[in-house]
């Protein structure tokens, strides 16, 4: 996690918090956009475009509702020849879920390929049990429309077969690697050694295997008169939208001292009177904010900032 971020496509990264302070590296790889993903996301450089996303590395936390939002920041960018670093906290789990839902939107891949290019590119990639099965939902209920929404919305072939060679190269060396056990999927069984220490005692399939047993005494414990009181719990389960929020910076000027929140409209988003939030002049909207838990989801505030006229598109 300390060695540095990590080309995943062409104009594409992934990386930590400390990537993302050192100015040596963003010169290097000639960062132009930056995607922080994280509890305390916010703007550091003020050379580089931003978009700050605050949530936590929690399974129950809904990162699908800023799919549409994160794929047009780092599609514009990629467009407009920029390059973009995608960082949470460690670079494994937020970051690496937003990267593969974005290569799931811009190329034919389902989300578990998807996840093979990331760890490809960065070994330690490996998303938490719910952001997986959130990729995993996107792919079935979502995916087909995300894709339709970024065609019309930017019609450019001039990433799409670039896009396509890479990613065959990506998963190629991670059929290698795999056998060379230099990487692994994320599922090492408990005593066995991890090659690249991302599997914790309990994880994978000793994990998997607890929570099989673990369900199945509680079920055996469970009396007729609570099971569907346990069925309508399971119902408010779904991950939440909060807490979490968006704080969106582009271009060089300096963020507002007056609130914690700038208007996301500045880093090509846009908020609607009723806190929900879309993705920019975009037909295909996010989920809409439940109104019973719109006091925990953070407010947009908008707060003008001087803009070139041709940066309003990110």
């Not at 993903?37 to 936390?61: E, F, G, N």
């Not at 990506?170 to 999927?185: A, F």
């Amino acid at each position: 996690m300390g060695n540095g971020m990590n080309k995943v496509l062409p104009g594409l990264y992934v990386g930590n918090y400390r990537d993302s302070k050192d100015a040596q590296q963003l010169q290097k790889y000639n960062i132009t956009h930056i995607l922080a993903i994280h509890d305390t996301a916010r703007r550091i450089h003020s050379d580089k475009h931003y978009l700050c996303v605050m949530a936590s590395d929690s399974p129950d936390q809904n990162l699908t509702q800023y799919f549409s939002l994160c794929n047009d920041f780092i599609h514009a960018a990629r467009l407009r020849e920029g390059n973009v670093l995608i960082h949470c906290l460690a670079g494994m789990s937020r970051s690496v879920t937003v990267a593969v839902a974005y290569i799931m939107s811009v190329t034919n891949l389902n989300w578990k390929e998807a996840l093979k290019v990331v760890r490809a590119g960065r070994a330690v990639a490996n998303p938490n049990i719910g952001f997986q099965k959130q990729l995993e939902d996107f792919e079935c209920t979502r995916l087909v429309e995300e894709r339709r929404r970024l065609k019309e919305r930017y019609p450019s072939l001039a990433l799409v077969y670039k896009d396509q060679e890479q990613c065959a190269i990506m998963l190629n060396n991670y059929e290698k690697l795999l056998q060379s056990r230099t990487i692994c999927e994320g599922r090492c069984v408990m005593g066995e050694h991890c090659p690249t220490g991302v599997c914790r005692p309990g994880s994978g399939q000793q994990q998997g295997g607890q929570r099989r047993r673990t369900r199945s005494r509680s079920e055996m414990r469970r009396s007729p008169s609570t099971s569907s009181t346990a069925s309508s719990a399971s119902v408010g389960s779904r991950p939440r939208s909060g807490p979490a929020g968006l704080r969106g910076y582009t271009g060089s000027a300096p963020p507002s001292r007056s609130s914690s929140r700038v208007d996301i409209s500045t880093a090509g988003g846009s908020s609607d009177s009723g806190g929900a939030l879309t993705a920019p002049s975009s037909p295909f909207n996010t989920p809409p904010v439940s109104p019973k838990r719109r006091s925990t989801v953070a407010r947009v505030v908008s707060v003008p900032l001087a803009l070139k006229e041709d940066d309003h598109d990110l």
